[in-house]
């Protein structure tokens, strides 16, 4: 069962508008959930992330947003760059989700993000 | 290095060999990852060793599989008798310990099995 879902597969966004990746889960007893970039031929590269006790990280162009309710995150990317040009994984862990580790790691199947100078 | 360090970046085998895949974490970094991406998915967790010891091997797919990190350091993802379902890019991740999901990735070996 896939318990981390990104349900697109692409996005195509013109340079300087907002970038918005969508993220579902089904495992309640998650509560860490970060979002990784990775460009080809190159390792996921850690971007953000947000504890459960939070609904919103800021961090420069880059806002992650969390709905328990919903089971739901989103990442924002304002404005958009060329360079923002990858594939983003969203990713969830929970001690109490069967980890052992926080790097214990439930990825979903990644968005590939596209923006047009 | 700098980084994660993953060797062979590229490797190439036939069914029923045996393949050793190698990972040099960031130095000071206790805690290192395997994990297994395949085409159009995410990466997929496959063991966690803290230290010098797998704290969890959940992932490994079946007894095939096996990985060793003897010194606390560089640790080795061993495959017996490969199959065709075993192709796909090995990724190799590390951090400073298990309270954190900031990894730092490795490029990845490619592993195809023929």
């Known amino acids: 069962d896939q318990q981390v879902k990104q349900n697109s597969p692409s996005l195509s966004v013109q340079e300087g508008r907002i970038s918005i990746l969508n993220c579902d889960y089904t495992?309640?007893?998650?509560?860490?959930f970060l979002w990784y970039k990775k460009y080809p031929a190159e390792g996921p590269t850690f971007l953000i992330s947000i504890s459960s006790i939070k609904d919103k990280n800021e961090d420069g162009r880059f806002t992650v947003f969390l709905n328990k309710s919903a089971k739901h995150l989103s990442l924002h990317i304002v404005p958009s760059q060329p360079g923002d040009s990858a594939v983003y994984f969203c990713?969830?862990?929970?001690?109490?989700?069967?980890?052992?580790?926080?790097?214990?790691?439930?990825f979903g199947q990644g968005t590939i993000l596209t923006v047009h100078p | 290095g700098a980084g994660v360090s993953q060797t062979p970046s590229n490797k190439v085998t036939e069914k029923g060999k045996y393949v050793e895949l190698r990972c040099d974490p960031i130095s000071g970094h206790t805690a290192l990852y395997w994990y297994r991406q395949s085409l159009g998915q995410g990466p997929e967790f496959l063991i966690y060793f803290q230290g010098t010891g797998a704290a969890d091997d959940s992932g490994l797919p079946n007894d095939r599989f096996f990985a060793v990190r003897p010194e606390g350091s560089v640790s080795t993802l061993k495959i017996q008798r490969t199959e065709r379902g075993d192709s796909a890019v090995y990724l190799c991740?590390?951090?400073?310990?298990?309270?954190?999901?900031?990894?730092?990735f490795g490029e990845g070996s490619r592993l195809t099995v023929l």
């Open positions: 495992n309640s007893m998650f509560d860490y």
């Open positions: 991740a590390s951090s400073s310990g298990p309270r954190t999901g900031e990894l730092f």
């Open positions: 990713a969830a862990s929970g001690w109490d989700a069967g980890g052992t580790s926080y790097g214990k790691l439930t």
